[in-house]
């Protein structure tokens, strides 16, 4: 069984910044990709950032590109987004996922794993 756990969201004002990170931990698991995906209240869950594990190859959905930035820490099996020139739009829980086999990254159904969930609120 594979754990991710999330922390850094909060309240932040439009056009400020905030870093969220995300940590798997367990036995004998193998991640191919891990992702960033928000669901914003009445909305389903969509597709942030993601990344290939191996080659850190990152992907972006349009609406973040060029504001957000997915990273990874092998050595802590950590997954960093960090967010600037935030909107109010941005305001949703965050979630991340972890793909063990080869999946497409924005994908979500594909995913195997998931975290709890952080906060993310941007207002003034």
């Given amino acids: 069984q594979v754990q991710l756990v999330e922390s850094g969201g909060g309240l932040v004002q ?3 910044s905030l870093g969220l990170s995300c940590t798997a931990s367990g036995r004998d698991f193998r ?3 891990m992702g960033w995906f928000r669901q914003a209240p009445g909305k389903e869950r969509v597709f942030v950032a993601g990344l290939i594990w191996s080659d850190g190859l ?3 959905a349009d609406s973040v590109r060029g504001r957000f ?3 990874r820490d092998i050595t802590k099996n950590t997954v960093y987004l960090q967010m600037e020139s ?5 305001t ?4 991340c996922g972890l793909g063990s086999t080869q999946i497409p990254v924005s994908h979500s159904e ?3 794993y998931w975290g709890q969930g952080t906060q993310v609120t941007v207002s003034s």
Avoid: Q
């Fill in 69 to 71: 930035a997915i990273y």
């Fill in 110 to 112: 594909y995913y195997d």
């Fill in 31 to 33: 991640t191919y990709a």
């Fill in 14 to 16: 439009p056009g400020g």
């Fill in 92 to 95: 949703a829980v965050y979630y």
């Fill in 86 to 90: 935030l909107k109010p739009e941005d």
């Fill in 58 to 60: 990152t992907y972006y």
